[in-house]
């Protein structure tokens, strides 16, 4: 019933920007943290913003921090993540993901998962 679907990736330049969308089915945004990871060749999946409750609280790792920023439409139940000034290191799958804590990128704590959208950052 929970379904989480991600779009919007692609191959980027090198400083592009690039917006990611996560369309939700079958809850309530507000009810959840909603979580952007990324996960890179050969490396572990890592939190990288997050957005909660009906008042919205958001959360930045520090590698994208200033560069990247979530954001929700309630109306559409969509999570957004807009991605600045993009880097060769960004190239990863890209997941967002539904869990119970406020303001957690750990992504063991979360429990609901999309598919994953791929985000290349290449000239």
């Known amino acids: 019933q929970l379904k989480l679907v991600e779009s919007g990736g692609g191959l980027v330049q090198p400083g592009g920007s690039r917006r990611l969308s996560c369309a939700a089915s079958?809850?309530?945004?507000?009810?959840?943290?909603l979580g952007w990871f990324r996960q890179a060749p050969g490396k572990e999946r890592e939190g990288i913003s997050c957005?909660?409750?009906?008042?919205?609280?958001?959360h930045y790792a520090d590698s994208v921090k200033g560069r990247f920023t979530i954001s929700r439409d309630s109306a559409k139940n969509t999570v957004y993540l807009q991605m600045n000034s993009l880097k060769p290191e960004d190239t990863a799958i890209y997941y967002c993901?539904?869990?119970?804590?406020?303001?957690?990128?750990?992504?063991?704590?979360?429990?609901?998962w999309g598919q994953g959208t791929q985000v290349t950052v290449s000239s």
């Open positions: 993901a539904a869990g119970y804590y406020r303001d957690i990128l750990s992504p063991r704590l979360y429990d609901y």
């Open positions: 957005i909660s409750g009906s008042i919205v609280s958001t």
């Open positions: 079958g809850f309530t945004l507000e009810h959840y943290t």
